[in-house]
């Protein structure tokens, strides 16, 4: 065969394997089929793999990933599809598109078809999370031994435009990955025209018939560009045969089908070399996180010095040389070796890289998978320790091998005796390893530290950090029914704007103050056994986390407490949660930044039917899967917990908390929390407001002093409670839940965020929004006597309920169902 050395031109696929086709050995035991063009066997091969999928593997000979193939080759595959893309989108079209590939064996590819194409920037999806990089999307792949995929682009704004979105893979086979992609961003940055690109098209008319449709669906163009197409034919039963032939296979495995053995002679360090390339500063390794036209322009300047560079490192008599990339890490080694196979004309250059897939290897010439060199994980993965593979390197003569690694790679287990390198060593004279740093998308700026009184709340500044931006000087309050009308017809969340702050009349206020006397003994102690509680299961230092703003009150006298008994000064932060929202991320991400995320407990004040604690759970989940950050636990300690939904809590009674009886003036001068796309950015803390002009009427620390007097008093009993409690079942019940969906029926209410239980949450509607009725435990007290006055002031009336298993529900009105907000912080509709 004729060497190819042109980058850019499809040069011929170089045949490893002496004219026999590398698939024919599955395909005789299996009777798997190839059907279609003629170039197909060319292109693809097949081999058997430890999947409950698919047992069948195609395996691409011009990839450049499990077959070591002319990188002049693999490139050139890339670029001609990148070129037919631009000569379908033409030149207008093709200047607004952004090209993606997939994780991990595409990434090389895309890159190409993008180069192909022109002036696209390029992104890929990626398997490894990046702490405090939110991801703008996401993906499963279905046949995929690991399916999670992340987009993380440094530039959120390259996938929100409206030019094609052209989206390349190594095959087309079901197109549940393609369909799986534009699902999740189309709802997100919808656009008129996809364009997939894939070496094979290899799909059945059934599923091509589903993209079809899939695409009329969305209301969009999908066009399809591949080298070649065909189908796999796969005879029934063909799964199972092929995983009994694959656990037999394995079982006998000789030397080269598991090329796994120790080096001989000298110590496997002495034939390793260490290539210094000269990356340029600030070039991205790939396209992890994008990868831009001016990029481009830069790496194709430096590509000759560095690929002379690795030249110079050779051996002298060096004339069949491997470059092998690293699992995500495909496009600047397959440049690397395209650009020395071009200026080293007496090498003969193969090029491939290791991956996380499992495959069977049977030295066989018509196998695609020859040789197996397995090796752990040395890049410390997000999904745990694993084993990876190089393929058809081991055996395959050559003289010296270049493994190209990110620097996130270049760790302890690469050069363990049980790693990449020394694997390699054992079937190669000379072994060389290029390092190129890991790139690391800029942060705009830090995130700041958190506001502090008296320059942002009327507390003390040791007593709470608030990890929040300060909006005082922003109108955000609205009449309770504008604001609830606001909601309704511009589907607009509750978290954009504020309520009217209550001011409360001269009898509230002696309503509050007599409330306070009469159960700040009663607090103290529901304050000690949830702090004890907490110490005790949690360990010697939490860092105390209280959800703004109910939470913070009892935040600070946790802290009061601990500080108090155990002379402990425990950090204390205030960070918001919004339902339908979330937990701001960028709070826990400083948190991550300062305190071990397993030392942070979350407080709030109570619950009511224990939305907010589901809320917890659920955003937390999805952090740790965007940001790669574990260890936040989602249990709430709660002062109080009449619905039986959490287990760390100080009382399960429902009773007045006099801190529920006011808005700011209780809670440090504090509005509530504040999430408006233009006023939070991506970099932000959510926002809240400083009220310094309620200074007059503020009881924030007249609250938290008057409890803290009453420590000495109650101290044996809570310690007391607190160690009964640690010995029982503390398991949350739901009963609360359980209440609302009854009173729900009973009341022919047709949404559980419509009904407020507790005393602290009829409260909060009877100053926020419009409220229907209020249901009363017949018999309760004093502990309603504000509420009995707020209901009288807005002429709502107070029903008198027995069994109920609260002291009250709040229920809001009818009227303005429409306006109210539902589990996703929006409207709710009738």
Not at 624 to 646: H, M, N, Q, R, W
Request: aromatic share 6%; proline share 7%.
């Amino acid at each position: 065969m004729e060497k190819a050395v042109n980058e850019g031109v499809c040069g011929e696929v170089r045949d490893e394997a002496g004219g026999v086709w590398s698939g024919s050995w599955v395909a005789e035991r299996l009777g798997v089929e190839l059907v279609g063009e003629d170039r197909l066997t060319d292109l693809l091969g097949l081999a058997l793999r430890r999947n409950p999928k698919r047992a069948h593997l195609l395996v691409s000979n011009v990839l450049g990933k499990h077959v070591p193939q002319s990188p002049s080759v693999v490139y050139g595959h890339g670029v001609e599809l990148g070129r037919r893309v631009r000569a379908l989108l033409g030149e207008e079209e093709s200047a607004r598109a952004v090209v993606l590939g997939y994780a991990e064996t595409a990434t090389g590819l895309g890159h190409s078809v993008a180069d192909g194409l022109g002036l696209a920037p390029y992104l890929h999806s990626t398997r490894r999370p990046v702490a405090g990089l939110a991801p703008a999307g996401g993906f499963e792949e279905a046949h995929s031994h690991a399916t999670s995929h992340l987009l993380l682009p440094e530039d959120p704004a390259l996938l929100s435009g409206d030019g094609p979105l052209v989206l390349v893979d190594d095959e087309f086979s079901t197109g549940n990955t393609v369909l799986n992609t534009v699902r999740d961003l189309h709802g997100r940055y919808p656009r008129r025209r996809y364009v997939v690109v894939a070496l094979v098209d290899m799909r059945s008319a059934e599923d091509a018939g589903r993209l079809e449709g899939f695409a009329r669906e969305i209301g969009a163009r999908v066009d399809l560009v591949a080298a070649a197409s065909g189908t796999v034919r796969l005879p029934e039963g063909v799964l199972e045969r092929g995983q009994e032939l694959v656990a037999r296979y394995e079982s006998v495995l000789g030397a080269r089908g598991t090329a796994r053995t120790t080096p001989t002679g000298p110590h496997p360090d002495d034939n390793r070399t260490v290539i210094d390339l000269h990356w340029p500063a600030h070039l991205p390794d790939g396209a992890r996180h994008g990868f831009t036209p001016a990029h481009r322009e830069q790496l194709e300047a430096a590509l000759p010095g560095m690929a002379a560079r690795i030249a110079d490192a050779l051996p002298a008599d060096a004339r069949r040389v491997h470059i092998l990339g690293f699992e995500e890490l495909m496009y600047a080694p397959l440049r690397l070796a395209a650009t020395l196979e071009r200026t080293a004309p007496d090498i003969e250059v193969r090029y491939s890289t290791t991956t996380r897939s499992p495959v069977l290897a049977v030295d066989d010439p018509g196998y695609a998978i020859r040789t197996r060199l397995a090796f752990p994980a040395h890049d410390d993965p997000a999904d745990g320790p694993g084993e990876r593979y190089a393929y058809n390197v081991a055996g395959a003569g050559f003289d010296a091998v270049v493994a190209v690694v990110d620097s996130a790679g270049d760790t302890p287990a690469l050069h363990a005796p049980d790693g990449l390198l020394a694997r390699l060593a054992a079937h190669t004279p000379r072994v060389l390893l290029a390092v190129i740093p890991s790139y690391a998308p800029e942060r705009p700026s830090m995130l700041p530290e958190p506001l502090r009184g008296p320059d942002f709340s009327s507390y003390a500044p040791e007593e709470v950090g608030w990890l929040l931006q300060d909006l005082s000087d922003v109108t955000l309050e609205a009449p309770t029914e504008e604001r609830e009308e606001a909601i309704q017809s511009g589907g607009a969340h509750y978290a954009e704007s504020l309520p009217v702050e209550y001011q409360p009349s001269e009898q509230y206020q002696e309503l509050f103050h007599a409330a306070l006397a009469e159960s700040a003994a009663r607090i103290a102690q529901a304050v000690g056994v949830v702090t004890e509680t907490v110490l005790a299961e949690r360990g010697p230092r939490p860092v105390l986390v209280s959800l703004a703003r109910a939470g913070t009150p009892v935040g600070i006298l946790m802290r009061r407490w601990a500080r108090y008994r155990h002379g402990l000064d425990l950090p204390h932060y205030a960070v918001s949660i919004v339902r339908g929202r979330g937990i701001d991320a960028n709070a826990l991400r400083w948190l991550a930044a300062h305190h071990d995320p397993r030392d942070v407990v979350f407080v709030d004040g109570w619950t009511g039917k224990g939305a907010i604690t589901r809320e917890l759970a659920q955003a937390l989940e999805e952090f740790e899967k965007s940001d790669g950050i574990t260890g936040f636990s989602p249990e709430i300690a709660v002062l109080a917990d009449p619905g039986s939904c959490v287990r760390i809590y100080g009382t399960r009674e429902d009773f007045l908390i006099p801190s529920a009886c006011l808005n700011s003036t209780v809670s440090g001068l504090i509005s509530r929390t504040v999430l408006r796309a233009d006023l939070v950015g991506p970099h932000d803390f959510h926002g809240a407001k400083f009220y310094r002009e309620l200074t007059g009427t503020d009881v924030s620390v007249t609250f938290l002093d008057a409890v803290s007097a009453r420590f000495p008093e109650v101290e044996d009993a809570a310690c007391a409670q607190a160690k009964d409690l640690l010995a029982a079942d503390r398991s949350p019940t739901w009963e609360g839940w359980a209440a609302v969906e009854r009173i729900c029926e009973e009341y022919g209410i047709h949404d559980v965020n419509l009904v407020k239980p507790g005393v602290g949450e009829t409260t909060r509607v009877l100053l926020r929004r419009v409220p229907w009725k209020v249901l009363a435990r017949a018999g309760a007290g004093s502990d309603l006597d504000h509420v009995r006055l707020l209901a009288e002031q807005r002429g709502v009336p107070v029903e008198e309920v027995a069994e109920l298993p609260y002291t009250c529900v709040g229920l809001i009105h009818p009227k303005y169902t429409r306006g109210a907000t539902g589990a996703d912080g929006k409207a709710v509709s009738v």
